[in-house]
């Protein structure tokens, strides 16, 4: 299995709301990231996880809360969310330190 | 709102052409570099890498060049085809991964 899934695919938040994104991997990696992604931007470093330790976050506001329960796992929690939060959430997995890093397809996240 | 970089530089080619997409990079310490594709509702995918001990990589059909003087990065794609129509990126790795501001590759058929 090569590839890093994510659920949901869509998600629509009131600024009330609490959600969580989740992501998998089996490819046997032991980093996972976190990147947010607004329209016609680049990705940008939110979280990494490494052997299931958090070791970079990236100034992200306390709404966002990431887990990682397992090595094929990462949840991401949101509450209280900003519409300016809306973006497309990708998660990543790959070998720990400079290599090429695995996205999965993203979750749209609309927060109204 | 969102008034600067809105637009992405497009990159039009014929298909059967050539197409050279060039980035450039801001950090000296960055030992890694890779390229991305991004095609529309999906996460980037992975092209090609170098290691900043090498100036020049071949895969299949790419090319990626590496001027750590001017810190300037390159993806050559040969005979470009209708389906490498996509946004791609530039990213280095320092001690995480940055990605550049994206060009988009269009092929006319």
Known sequence: ?112 | GESVGLHLPTLSVQEGDNSIINCAYSNSASDYFIWYKQESGKGPQFIIDIRSNMDKRQGQRVTVLLNKTVKHLSLQIAATQPGDSAVYFCAEYGNKLVFGAGTILRVKS
């Open chain 1, 1 to 112: 299995d090569t590839e890093v899934t994510q659920t949901p695919k869509h998600l629509v938040m009131g600024m009330t709301n609490k959600k969580s994104l989740k992501c998998e991997q089996h490819m046997g990696h032991r980093a996972m990231y976190w990147y947010k992604q607004k329209a016609k931007k680049p990705p940008e470093l939110m979280f990494v996880y490494s052997y299931e330790k958090l070791s970079i976050n990236e100034s992200v506001p306390s709404r966002f809360s990431p887990e990682c329960p397992n090595s094929s796992l990462l949840n991401l929690h949101l509450h209280a969310l900003q519409p300016e939060d809306s973006a497309l959430y990708l998660c990543a997995s790959g070998l720990a330190g400079p290599s090429e890093q695995f996205f999965g397809p993203g979750t749209r996240l609309t927060v109204l």
